[in-house]
């Protein structure tokens, strides 16, 4: 059984003060990694995929980058509208699977 | 597009009425997703539609729950009869393709008290 676990649940910075996100996982073999960002009442959104360990994908200041074990979410110099919870998704390679998902790390960026 | 719209946003019930929730993806999406979301066991996919077909149920948690995509533009999924712990934030989602970037609706939050 496919298994994805984030860390840490929730995290506070300060606005400029950089972090990770992380999201481990566990599948037979890995097809696709999702990133997903959720607003407070609203459904997520989708931010990236990476398919390869090594890969890298960039928007404003988000960095999302993937081993064979995990992938990280790096958020450079963030701003409160950045604040929202980060869900992250696998799809393994097995047959016709659908994505499991993380619960997710809610991330709160104070001015 | 307006994106994926859902209906109603809120709905309070008791214990063994009926529910039904609505979903309209966006137009020349394929794929149609109903998930599930709560504290405890986070977002859940219950069901998904290939060209209105159901392809993949096996995460609806019981025969009280069911699903029907009768065009490309409507889905429902309805509780019959609903429990309090079916209480959760319920999404519909679309893609292209799959499982792709999937484009969320906004959820219906219910309540069964």
């Known amino acids: 059984e496919d298994q994805v676990t984030q860390s840490p649940e929730a995290l506070r910075l300060q606005e400029g003060e950089s972090s990770s996100l992380n999201c481990s996982y566990t599948?037979?073999?890995?097809?696709?990694l999702f990133w997903y960002r959720q607003d407070p009442g609203k459904g997520p959104e989708f931010l990236f995929t990476?398919?390869?360990a090594g890969e890298e994908k960039e928007k404003e200041r988000l960095k999302a980058t993937l081993t064979k074990k995990e992938s990280f979410l790096h958020i450079t110099a963030p701003k409160p509208e950045d604040s929202a919870t980060y869900l992250c998704?696998?799809?393994?390679?097995?047959?016709?699977?659908?994505?499991?998902f993380g619960k997710g790390t809610m991330l709160l960026v104070s001015p | 597009d307006a994106g994926v719209i859902q209906s109603p946003r809120h709905e309070v019930t008791e214990m063994g009425q009926e529910v039904t929730l609505r979903c309209k993806p966006i137009?020349?999406?394929?794929?149609l997703f109903w998930y599930r979301q709560t504290m405890m066991r986070g977002l859940e996919l219950l069901i998904y539609?290939?060209?209105?077909?159901?392809?993949?149920d096996s995460g609806m948690p019981e025969d009280r729950f069911s699903a029907k995509m009768p065009n490309a533009s409507f889905s429902t999924l309805k509780i019959q009869p609903s429990e309090p712990r079916d209480s959760a934030v319920y999404f519909c989602?679309?893609?292209?393709?799959?499982?792709?970037?999937?484009?969320f609706g906004p959820g219906t939050r219910l309540t069964v008290l």
């Open positions: 989602a679309s893609s292209f393709d799959f499982p792709g970037e999937q484009f």
């Open positions: 539609f290939n060209n209105n077909v159901p392809i993949d």
């Open positions: 998704a696998v799809q393994d390679a097995s047959g016709y699977s659908t994505l499991t």
């Open positions: 599948v037979s073999g890995l097809r696709g």
């Open positions: 990476l398919y390869s």
């Open positions: 137009s020349g999406h394929d794929y």
